[in-house]
Structures are given as C-alpha cells and as structure tokens.
C-alpha cells in the first residue's frame, strides 16, 4: 500500500494497525538542533489517547511514545537534539480486543472503510479496520508535537463546536475552559448539555458527529503560495486525511456565501505601533493562499462513528445480504478525540510551509 506519507520538506510517514504490535511514524526533514523532550510529546498524546472518559471508546492505551532514531540525549539524560536525521517514533498497542470483531470478518460494516477497502486490495484486516482505523492518528500527534518545535512561538488549539445539533455560545468563548471537561469545550455553559446528551447516545448504542475548530496564533505572515501549494489548500488536504472527515472549512467557509463583498472584505489601518491591522478575519488568516499573520481558523466535520450497536443492513464478502451489528468499544462520538489529531495535522502543514518559505526566500520570518 502506498501513499502513507504527507509534507514537502517537513514529511511524515505512519505505519502501523490498530490491532499489531505497535504503530509509528517516521519525521524525515525535521531540521537539526532542536531540542525537545519526551513530555514535550507525550502530553498532546495524552490528550487524545482513549479510555479518559465514559464519553470515548473505553479501550485503555497509554499511548507511551518512544524515540528511536534521529537525536542525541543530553547528559542530563532526559533532552533528546535532533541531528538532522530521520527521527522515527513508536507507539505500542497493549489493549487490543481482536475476538471482538470475529463476526464481521466478512461483514461490511455501513458507513465504514470495509467494502471500499477490500473492493480495491482484496484482503482487509478486519481488526478495528485495521490501517483504516482512527488508532493511527496516535502517530500523527506524535508528528505534530515535534512540528510545533520547528515553529517556536506559534500557539495551535483545537475546540469542539458542535457535536449533533448542539453548538456552543461563543459569546462564552473562554481558552481556559478547554482543559477543564472532556470535550475540548470552550463554553462552560455547554459542557452539561452535552454529558446529558452524550449520555443518551452512549446508552442507546448509537454515536453522533461533530464540528472541531483549530485556531493558530502568532503564525508568520508570508507562509504560502499562491497556485498550487497554498497553505489553506494543504491544512484543508491534511485535515481531510483525518479519519472520519466529511468536510473542511477555512475563516467563514461555507457560510461567505452569504456574506457581501462589503461583509466579507478584511478591512485595514495602520495600527499605533506602524503596523498594518485587520479589522476582521474572515479569510481565517490566509489571502491568496499566503497566511496575512492574523490567527489561522480553519473547521472541520466529523461523521458519526460507523460502529454502532444498532443492526444496520449491509452484505457480506459472498455477495450476501446481512444485518450488521458492531461488537467492541467504540467513541460515541469521536469527534471528541479529533481535537488535538486536527491540532497535530495543522502544526505539521504550517511546519512544513515555514521550511519551505526559508528555503524559496532565504530568511527566517519572525
């Protein structure tokens, strides 16, 4: 199978299934000099890792992160540098449940990657769904936490905004309220409508969708370009390789559509300090896909998770026709775990866009 790596100059390759051994990544073009430690990466894996609340999937992984290749450990034993090097990472599966999914070896799960999947390989690991599963975005995170190293001073976080018909006030918006519930949330007010709700989907055996915003501060103006390798065009390509992704918006998005020109324009002065200022931001931060310095917004849609408990009608490998039911545990609503995943990926775009704007212009832009 191809096409398992992303980026130009920043690239990462993942490997791995949900139901091996383990799973990784390889960061080839990670510059040298750089220094991180461990905690530096485990604490965004920590936020998506499973089993945190009775919200996600109860399958318990630490998701313990180790660096294989690529730096050098300090004398204090604890900073690692890297050398220019490959650097590759490994993550190990350790609560695997494969008995689980025995009944749909040869069942199509509806809504899921198996019919697709095995129509173009034919053969497909049917534990968890194997390369198809979200159990391979722990890679991703990983990725990311280094990327945010290459782009010292550029802030990255990652919101849940809606979850079914439910959205959050933003009149409320509050930063400090996102690590304080189990839904990423920045509105205080909406986190018990959302344990109730959840609640009842969790019980019924169905799941739900959700809508996660990532906002990116302090990002250098000038990253991009203009035809075929704009930065929104890349954030947007990387964020719809997240599993489960059906729709990926920028600044207003979709909703510029019904915006005049008068409304939607980001107008400009000069601020006290000589500096151009944007009165709004509904381009997200990018214009002519060339980042303009204000906070990158992008969204993006996740559907509700495929494995549900409700029998759903389907066919099996054999052409016959079958009701499936899915065994396991499963996220209720896995958008929830989607919030650092799409933090990761828009570190890892604006990573590899920084490198690759040092090296068309020669300069660092501060």
Not at 156 to 184: E, M, S, Y
Not at 250 to 258: D, K, L, P, Q, V
Not at 279 to 307: D, E
Not at 312 to 333: E, F, L, W, Y
Request: contains cysteine.
């Amino acid at each position: 199978m191809s096409h398992n790596t992303f980026g130009h100059l920043f690239r990462v390759t993942t490997w791995g299934e949900s139901h091996g051994p383990a799973l990784g990544c390889v960061v080839d073009g990670c510059p040298p000099g750089i220094t991180f430690t461990l905690e530096d990466l485990q604490v965004f894996l920590d936020k998506r890792k499973p089993g945190q609340s009775r919200f996600v999937t109860q399958r318990r992984e630490d998701d313990i992160v180790k660096v294989l290749s690529g730096v050098m450990l300090s004398d204090d034993g604890v900073t690692m540098t890297t050398t220019g090097t490959p650097i590759s990472m490994l993550i190990e599966n350790t609560d695997q449940r494969s008995k689980d999914y025995g009944d749909i070896a040869r069942r199509y799960r509806p809504g899921h990657a198996d019919f697709a999947y095995d129509l173009k390989y034919g053969i497909r690991d049917y534990r968890g769904g194997g390369r198809s599963s979200a159990r391979e975005t722990a890679a991703r995170v990983a990725a990311g936490a280094l990327a945010r190293k290459v782009i010292p001073g550029v802030t990255i976080r990652g919101v849940l905004t809606q979850i079914g018909k439910h959205k959050i006030n933003r009149n409320n918006w509050d930063w400090a309220q996102v690590d304080q519930n189990p839904f990423f949330c920045p509105d205080a007010a909406m986190v018990p409508v959302w344990e109730e709700y959840l609640d009842g989907i969790r019980k019924s055996g169905s799941s739900i969708g959700a809508v996660i915003e990532v906002v990116a501060e302090n990002v250098p103006a000038g990253l991009g370009a203009p035809i075929y390798s704009k930065l929104d065009q890349d954030i947007a390509s990387l964020l719809m390789s997240i599993n489960a992704v059906k729709g990926v918006e920028i600044g207003e998005g979709f909703a510029s559509a019904e915006l005049s020109g008068e409304e939607n324009a980001d107008q400009m002065r000069m601020g006290n300090d000589g500096k151009p200022l944007f009165l709004s931001n509904h381009a997200g931060g990018i214009l002519g896909g060339i980042s303009t310095g204000q906070p990158i917004v992008a969204r993006f849609a996740v559907k509700p998770t495929s494995s549900i408990l409700t029998e759903r009608q389907s066919i099996d490998a054999d052409g016959n026709n079958v009701d499936v039911r899915t065994k396991g545990r499963h996220d209720p609503c896995v958008g929830i775990r989607a919030a650092p995943i799409g933090e990761a990926m828009v570190a890892c775009a604006i990573a590899d866009h920084y490198l690759r704007d040092r090296g068309q212009v020669g300069k660092v832009r501060a």
